[in-house]
């Protein structure tokens, strides 16, 4: 289910009112659901407010009242996806410890693909406006959990070392995701595979050099 809506951004992203009760969060999140719904079907720039009202079944003013327009809304969706790849890392990190990198790799690509499988919009929200993005702080959020993961597999890796690999693994991962939109069927698994094999490849160079001075 989706959380509550908390955002600290540009006035013009920020909902005009955060619900305080629980009857709030859920039209909030009957809201988001409805954006979430619409903009996978049609995109990103011909959704419009009126659509995801009616997707949404409430009054118009209700979603102005809690969101002052699309990039809003759109900007709201977007930090409830990060939370939720949030959660996925996070359980990744806890495992991390007891997995061979490739097994992290493998693991990475798979639940980023099971992450934009079960969230339609995600696809077409990557046309949306950049000020539509996730705050800034979850985004670091993403890139310390990610090399959570690097150092659980290579201890001895300097942190400074492991989040310059996160922030190259997540531009990767995008890319994945980019490809994975426009794709067949048979042409997504195919990326899959590269994917796979270039993002073990690129850290295993960085990260197995370290792994042997801790055996030396």
């Known amino acids: 289910m989706l959380g509550r809506v908390n955002v600290h951004t540009h006035p013009a992203q920020?909902?005009?009112?955060?619900?305080?009760?629980?009857r709030?969060?859920?039209?909030?999140?009957?809201?988001l659901h409805g954006a979430a719904s619409v903009i996978a079907e049609v995109g990103y720039e011909p959704a419009t407010m009126s659509?995801?009202?009616?997707?949404?079944?409430?009054?118009?003013?209700s979603l102005y009242q809690f969101f002052p327009n699309k990039q809003a809304i759109t900007h709201?969706?977007?930090?409830?996806?990060?939370?939720?790849?949030?959660?996925?890392?996070?359980?990744l990190?806890?495992?991390?410890?007891?997995?061979?990198?490739?097994?992290?790799?493998?693991?990475?690509?798979?639940l980023t693909v099971g992450f934009v499988e079960s969230?339609?919009?995600?696809?077409?929200?990557?046309?949306?406006?950049?000020?539509?993005r996730s705050p800034a702080s979850l985004r670091r959020t993403l890139r310390h959990?990610?090399?959570?993961?690097?150092?659980?597999?290579?201890?001895?890796?300097?942190?400074?070392?492991?989040?310059?690999?996160?922030?190259?693994?997540?531009?990767?991962?995008?890319g994945l995701t980019q490809l994975y939109a426009e794709a067949s069927s048979h042409e997504r698994r195919q990326y899959i595979r590269e994917y796979r094999a270039v993002l073990f490849s690129y850290l295993a160079?960085?990260?197995?050099?370290?792994?042997?001075?801790?055996n030396e």
């Open 14 to 22: 920020e909902p005009r009112r955060v619900p305080q009760q629980p």
């Open 24 to 31: 709030g969060e859920r039209r909030v999140a009957q809201l």
């Open 51 to 61: 659509a995801i009202a009616e997707r949404a079944r409430a009054p118009i003013g």
């Open 76 to 91: 709201a969706l977007r930090t409830e996806y990060g939370k939720d790849y949030d959660a996925r890392l996070a359980a």
């Open 93 to 110: 990190e806890s495992e991390a410890k007891h997995l061979s990198l490739q097994h992290v790799v493998a693991r990475l690509i798979t």
């Open 119 to 132: 969230h339609p919009a995600f696809l077409a929200l990557l046309d949306a406006p950049s000020a539509t």
């Open 145 to 174: 959990r990610l090399a959570g993961c690097f150092t659980a597999v290579c201890p001895r890796t300097a942190r400074a070392k492991s989040l310059a690999l996160a922030a190259v693994t997540l531009q990767v991962m995008k």
């Open 205 to 214: 160079a960085r990260l197995e050099p370290e792994r042997s001075r801790e």
